[in-house]
């Protein structure tokens, strides 16, 4: 859905259609391990000479927009989050080929518990510190 020239995303999320709720437990531990990266997909001079690259890109026109040249992206390798993070990748087929990807939304989660999770830490930091400035006046 485009609205005012930005996409929108809605993911059914009401408590009605799920089940095996779990917290994620140690999403900073799992944050740690994970190891962001930027990339460019395949790509050469000659455009399509590389065979895998020709049958996953074939459309000339999004290749020449740079959605899928040189232009540099940012994300995860599947593999790597796959270990840590497997809710998180899916199998894709492409033209007769399986390959990994990542559900980016399913990162979301991850962040904000981890985020919880470190303002939990440094909220008794802080006391920790008030405690130790006290102290020390004495």
């Known amino acids: 859905v485009l609205k005012n020239g930005s996409s929108d995303w809605t993911t059914l999320s009401d408590i009605k259609v799920k089940k095996n709720i779990n917290k994620i437990k140690n999403p900073t531990q799992i944050l740690s391990k994970i190891k962001g990266i930027t990339y460019t997909f395949h790509d050469d001079n000659n455009k399509y000479k590389d065979e895998k690259c020709r049958n996953l890109i074939q459309n000339e026109e999004l290749y020449e927009n740079k959605k899928y040249g ?26 007769g080929n399986s390959y990994l990807g990542i559900n980016y939304n399913s990162i979301i989660p991850l962040l904000v518990e981890s985020l919880k999770e470190s303002n939990k830490r440094i909220k008794v930091l802080e006391k920790k510190i008030k405690v130790l400035e006290k102290n020390k006046g004495k």
């Open 70 to 95: 040189p232009k540099k992206h940012a994300g995860f390798i599947a593999q790597e989050l796959e270990r840590h993070f497997p809710v998180a990748v899916e199998s894709v087929n492409m033209k």
